[in-house]
Nanobody, 115 residues
Framework: QVRVVESGGGLVQAGGSLRLSCTAS??????MGWYRQAPGKQRELVATMAAGGTTTYADSVKDRFTISRDNAKNTVSLQMNGLKPEDTAVYYC???????????WGQGTQVTVSS
């Protein structure tokens, strides 16, 4: 059974930092990453990292967020610095399996940035 579990959300003031963590189990994942969904908006990519280390970032978070990954442990983290109120959203961890490229999602963790 595949499971994806996030942790680390919370409330922070603008300019502050938070670190999100995610652990996936039950499969081997070729890529892992983070998406977010703000109220009334579509879910959007934040950052992803392939098993080989290639990263992709949304333009809105470049130079502020850093994704890291431990392939052996199937964990992925997102260090978020310089947070802005517009970063407020539910953040979802996702992983794509090596076999079949199936996407699995966590339950989401709330990040709220106050101005």
């Amino acid at each position: 059974q595949v499971r994806v579990v996030e942790s680390g959300g919370g409330l922070v003031q603008a300019g502050g930092s938070l670190r999100l963590s995610c652990t996936a189990s039950g499969s081997i994942f070729k890529s892992m990453g983070w998406y977010r969904q703000a109220p009334g908006k579509q879910r959007e990519l934040v950052a992803t990292m392939a098993a080989g280390g290639t990263t992709t970032y949304a333009d809105s978070v470049k130079d502020r967020f850093t994704i890291s990954r431990d392939n052996a442990k199937n964990t992925v983290s997102l260090q978020m610095n310089g947070l802005k109120p517009e970063d407020t959203a539910v953040y979802y961890c996702t992983g794509a399996t090596l076999v079949g490229s199936l996407n699995y999602w966590g339950q989401g963790t709330q990040v709220t940035v106050s101005s």
